[in-house]
């Protein structure tokens, strides 16, 4: 027996330590052999990035995948039948040479590069893959959530190995914008069928980067895929570091254990530009930050008081103090890179005076008490501070209940707040978002203000479904400019995109949909 | 000792069950749905009604509540929404990090919390007393999130010398350590304080017992007196503090794991909460508090092996 058994306790701790060190830790992927490529580490490949991201790796399956990471990195893994140019959203080919389509629209046949190899020897792409990719996507079992922006194709038709024919039930003006997106990318039939459950975890794509190996909560590794058709990309590796909480992605940054991140606060941006050693990419995002008024709850429904809130709010000190310059004002409601938006149509003037007869005239001199709710992010609550501030010069007594997201979002599709502050992601085309925010068929899931108008609801109705490009700018800018005019919400400002990188980092553009592309990212000189 | 344990054992059943309960109706009651936070802004409101019934997320809440607990009693544990992949899949994939981390948060906080509290103990009121003393209270007071970040901001930013984040390169022993360093120490400081200030008036007690003043009078060394006599009498509270604070240190891990993005069940918790993933959610819930009782039913032992006169019946 030994004399001091606390010592021994010690030793058994110590023993349990070492053993776990040795054998717990292990990751998932194919070549189970790679390491996580974080720190400094000897026999590291000399072209290596580490990119950290806000969440983990939750699928790469196309068809399944929603989330802002998930897209972020399947955008380097896959190919669509057509791609944006890189830092616009303009579609330029991608694995289709060229396409063709029918006079009414229902009709697309494209026309797919020869000698496009998946990764890892699963083969040729051949049309039975995009028939398989977009087939799979109505698979009752599967029920793909993405896939429900793709439902308006009818069926597919194999017409050669290269040549390939979708129908569609009903035109789609946005065909094309959707098929650049991540749903559209073409997945190998083998690799899914053979992969099973796991291929969300396993995918194999046609992309210049090829999945290696994904450590829970480490990291996601991608390799170079060499066989790729535009010629072997810049990067032997990238490693995706997911790295929730801010400070410490600062940190992390800052201590050099990641190469690239994305910047959301003001004084580090600051800070960054003043490095030499730093990289800056900056570019306004596809998503406009708001607040609205629910036009179905009193004092809302009167025009007057809506207008006198809108005068009420300094956005320059808003945007000025709070954001520093970290976000492009809206003068319209699209962020400007979407297809048809409208430039210039919404410029608040910021009067207090007028606010306050404008309330007066609505009957309303002393003002009233009302609910401003926001998510529990900064990026909402300090603006919905200042709105308080504002409101309350004019007599408007604002109580701001600050909510976690989800609940939040729980709350606002029901339609019935008062106020909410909110930013909200677009797309290329303006279809879904003028239609589900607009139009009387949004409410209450998205619909939040409670707006109802017959000739929006029209106008809505005819631009989404037509393919005349002409009508469609005229009715979705009537929309527009009559939404504005109705004063229901308060477009502040779209977002910037904003990433850091270390100078060593060469080639990056950023884009408005944030994708983090690496088409032509290297990295040259000392780490 | 055979009856004991398993008398403890069945005694967790119903702490565990109700457990089960309380998770099960906190999850519910929060607002907020797993189904439009997994289909996002593209689902239509048909969609979300079909994904809801797949889930059985409609049926009414006291059926949920029972087939919930018998999945579990067949050891099932459902599938993430979120990933789709088996919730002990998930679950076994991060424990390994959290027990590595807790395990060496414990191992720094007796490492340097006993003798911390010896020498505070034997030299009262001396320089070294004063010392413990404020380094204790730092620990008791200091949020660990703030000093997680200190030291990130000292050891990784300003001098190079250890990762800000990570659990290392798999494999590679040395990348492992160095990674887990901060953490271990971020998580093991408060509990170091605890058991610092607790084996200090311990001790006090003890050394001032009739059988430490014979002892002495027989002429045995100092060093016997306080090792062999002292201490061994004044660690039973010293180890309830040690299985206490495993516990906490479970807990504690969360914002340790946020801080230094390791993996780990703790970070799983989270973002499992936050994507409303009820399955991950009870699942880890479940697996820590039974992990809890355990360390509890192994602390008990631990007393009855130091302590002759504690008997397990």
Redesign the interface.
């Known amino acids: 027996m030994p ?4 010592l021994s ?2 030793v058994v ?2 023993l ?2 070492g053993l ?3 054998c ?4 998932t992927g194919p070549s189970a052999g790679g ?5 400094s ?1 000897k026999g590291t490949p000399k072209k290596e990035l580490r990119i950290a991201m806000q ?2 790796l ?2 790469l399956d196309p068809a ?1 995948l ?1 989330s802002v990471t998930d897209k972020q990195m399947s955008s380097n893994l896959y190919n669509g039948l057509v791609r944006y140019q890189l830092g616009t959203v303009k579609i330029e080919p991608d694995l289709a040479e060229k396409w063709e389509t029918s006079k009414d629209g229902l009709e697309w046949t494209f026309y797919l590069r020869k000698g496009v190899k998946f990764h890892r020897g699963y083969g040729e792409l051949k049309a039975t893959d995009v028939k398989f990719t977009f087939d799979r996507l109505k698979d009752p079992e599967l ?1 793909s ?2 896939g ?2 793709l439902a308006a194709i009818k069926n597919i038709q194999v017409v050669d190995d290269y040549t390939v024919k979708i129908f569609l039930s009903k035109p789609d003006p946005a065909f094309l914008d959707k098929l650049a997106g991540s749903v559209g990318y073409i997945v190998s039939e083998k690799a899914v069928k053979e992969r099973g ?1 796991k291929y ?2 396993q995918p194999i794509g046609t992309g210049p980067y090829m999945f290696e190996q994904w ?5 996601t590794t991608y390799v170079a895929n060499p066989d790729y058709f535009r010629g072997k990309p810049g990067l032997d590796r990238v490693v995706y ?5 801010a ?3 600062y ?2 940054f ?5 190469d690239m991140i994305q910047v959301t606060d003001p004084d580090k941006l600051a800070k960054y530009k003043k490095d030499p050693n730093i990289i800056i990419d900056e570019k306004p995002g596809l998503i406009t930050r708001f607040f609205g008024m629910n036009g179905a709850i009193k004092p809302f429904d009167n025009k007057l008081v809506r207008q006198a809130v809108i005068a009420a709010v300094d956005r320059d000190g808003i945007l000025n103090n709070v954001f520093k310059g970290m976000s492009t004002p809206a003068t319209g409601i699209l962020s400007p890179d979407v297809e048809f938006a409208l430039k210039g149509i919404f410029q608040p003037k910021y009067d207090p005076k007028k606010a306050k007869e404008l309330l007066a005239q609505a009957g309303l001199p002393n003002g009233f008490k009302t609910t401003l709710y926001v998510p529990n992010i900064d990026r909402f609550t300090k603006p919905a501070t200042v709105i308080k501030e504002n409101l309350k010069a004019i007599g408007i007594d604002l109580e701001i209940k600050v909510m ?4 939040f ?3 606002l ?1 029901k339609a019935q707040l008062p106020m909410f502050m909110l930013s ?2 677009q797309d290329a085309t303006p279809d ?1 978002v003028l239609f589900t925010w607009f139009s009387k068929k949004g409410i209450p ?2 619909n939040w203000a409670n707006i109802d108008i017959p000739e929006v609801n029209q106008w809505l109705d005819e631009a989404t479904s037509t393919l005349d490009q002409a009508k469609r700018q005229e009715l979705f800018g009537k929309v527009q400019q009559r939404i504005v005019q109705e004063d229901y919400y308060y477009f502040l400002d779209h977002e910037n995109h904003i990433y850091a990188m270390k100078k060593y980092v060469k080639g990056f553009v950023g884009d408005p949909q944030r994708s983090i592309r690496l088409d032509n990212v290297t990295v040259e000189g000392e780490k | 000792m055979f009856q004991f344990v398993v008398r403890r054992l069945l005694a967790t059943i119903p702490t565990l069950l109700g457990v089960m309960v309380a998770v099960f109706i906190a999850l519910h009651l ?4 797993p189904v ?10 048909e ?1 979300v009604v ?2 809801r019934h ?1 889930l059985g997320l409609d049926r009414p809440l006291p059926l949920q509540f029972v087939s919930f607990v018998e999945r579990y009693l067949r050891g099932e544990l459902g599938n993430s929404i ?4 088996p919730v002990a899949e ?1 679950i076994s ?2 424990f ?2 959290t ?2 981390l807790a ?2 948060g ?2 720094i906080a ?2 340097f919390g ?1 003798p911390l509290g010896i020498v505070a103990a034997t030299r009262r009121g001396s320089l070294l007393d004063l010392v413990s003393l404020v380094l204790s209270m730092t620990g008791i007071a200091a949020p660990v999130f703030w000093v997680g ?1 200190l030291l ?2 000292l050891f ?2 300003r001098l ?1 010398w250890l ?11 040395f ?6 360093v901060l953490p271990a120490f971020t998580l093991g400081f408060s509990t170091m304080a605890l058991i610092a200030r607790m084996t200090r008036s311990s001790m006090l007690e003890v050394l001032r017992e009739d059988y430490v003043r014979t002892a002495r009078a027989k002429g045995l060394s100092e060093k016997i007196v306080l ?2 006599h002292a ?2 009498n004044a ?1 039973i509270p010293i180890v309830t503090i040690v299985g206490l604070n495993i516990g906490y240190l479970l807990g504690g891990a969360v914002l340790v794991e ?7 069940l703790g ?2 918790l989270v ?1 499992a909460i ?3 993933d009820y399955p991950v959610v009870q699942g880890v819930t479940f697996f820590v508090a039974t992990s809890f009782v355990l360390v509890n039913l192994l602390t008990d032992l ?1 007393y009855a ?2 302590d002759p006169q504690v008997r397990l019946s």
């Open positions: 004399k001091n058994r606390f306790l010690l701790i110590a349990v330590i776990l060190a040795g717990g830790v292990k990751g390491n996580a490529g974080q720190g580490g969440y983990d939750g699928t399944l929603t029920k959530a993405p429900k922006l459950a969300g975890q450590n829970p909560q480490q990291s570091i997911p790295i929730p909480d400070t410490t992605m940190n992390a800052e201590a050099g254990n990641v976690e997201t989800q609940s979002l729980a709350e599709r909200r992601g879904r899931a998205d | 929060i607002p907020g749905d439009v936070a997994m289909l996002g802004d593209m689902a239509t409101p969609q079909a994904v797949e979120r990933t789709r992949r998930e994939d991060r390994p990090h027990f590595l395990a060496a414990v191992f007796v490492l006993i970040l990130s901001m990784a930013i190079h990762p800000a984040i990570g659990a290392g390169k798999p494999g590679d022993l990348s492992m350590f160095e990674a887990l090792y062999k201490l061994r660690a946020t801080v230094f993005a390791r993996p780990g970070k799983l973002d936050l994507a409303r631990i092996l130091l």
